[in-house]
Antibody, heavy 118, light 107 residues
Framework: QVQLQESGPGLVKPSETLSLTCTVS????????WSWIRQSPGKGLEWIGY???????DYNPSLKSRVTMSLDTPKNQVSLKLKSVTAADTAVYFC????????????WGQGILVTVSS | DIQVTQSPSSLSASVGDSVTITCRAS??????LHWYQQKPGKAPKLLIY???TLQSGVPPRFSGSGSGTDFILTISNLQPEDFATYYC?????????FGQGTKLEIK
């Protein structure tokens, strides 16, 4: 079973760039699409976007102007960058894999809380 | 965007009860609808995919039905570990969207 682990700073200042990494446990980087999903405290789930092995991406239009995703296949890592953050970007960020467009999210990482505050 | 409206937002039930949670989409999406269970401090866990297929390892007291715009998650014979928050999610088109969640509490 593929396992995912998010990592990165837990505190980011307003207007700066949030940078997270998702490490995939085995060599299955090319077998999945990789999505980032966030959940604001006490709120629901919001899909941020996905990237897959060809490097193609699809971002949520609500965040598209601020989001960049990338792959580092030799390191088994997926990265998320979200620029110009505000307090509204405070959330738990999850990475999740899906087998293709239109497929369910499974597996998920455990999530990482990122707080935007000065 | 496809809007996914989940109801109820909260639900109280007792161990042994059966409950249903519904999810209605703003447009037809075939069976591209999945259900997740989330417990506090944890990632969502896939329960049902493609509207009615039980994920491996999930107890058969969980079942899903529906197609098009209307979907149902049924939990029969509730167990203590089932008290959690449940979400539906559409993968018919991007941006993928989730329902608002249903918090299932012990009565």
């Amino acid at each position: 079973q593929v396992q995912l682990q998010e990592s990165g700073p837990g505190l980011v200042k307003p207007s700066e760039t949030l940078s997270l990494t998702c490490t995939v446990s085995d060599g299955s980087m090319n077998d999945y699409y990789w999505s980032w999903i966030r959940q604001s405290p006490g709120k629901g789930l919001e899909w941020i976007g996905y990237i897959y092995y060809k490097g193609s991406t699809d971002y949520n239009p609500s965040l598209k102007s601020r989001v960049t995703m990338s792959l580092d296949t030799p390191k088994n890592q997926v990265s998320l960058k979200l620029k110009s953050v505000t307090a509204a970007d405070t959330a738990v960020y999850f990475c999740a894999g899906h087998k293709g467009y239109g497929e369910r999210f499974d597996p998920w990482g455990q999530g990482i809380l990122v707080t935007v505050s000065s | 965007d496809i809007q996914v409206t989940q109801s109820p937002s909260s639900l109280s039930a007792s161990v042994g009860d059966s409950v249903t949670i519904t999810c209605r989409a703003s447009q037809s999406m075939n069976n591209f609808l999945h259900w997740y269970q989330q417990k506090p401090g944890k990632a969502p866990k896939l329960l049902i995919y493609a509207a009615s297929t039980l994920q491996s390892g999930v107890p058969p007291r969980f079942s899903g039905s529906g197609s098009g715009t209307d979907f149902i998650l049924t939990i029969s014979n509730l167990q203590p570990e089932d008290f959690a928050t449940y979400y539906c999610q559409q993968s018919y088109s991007t941006p993928y969207t989730f329902g608002q969640g249903t918090k299932l509490e012990i009565k």
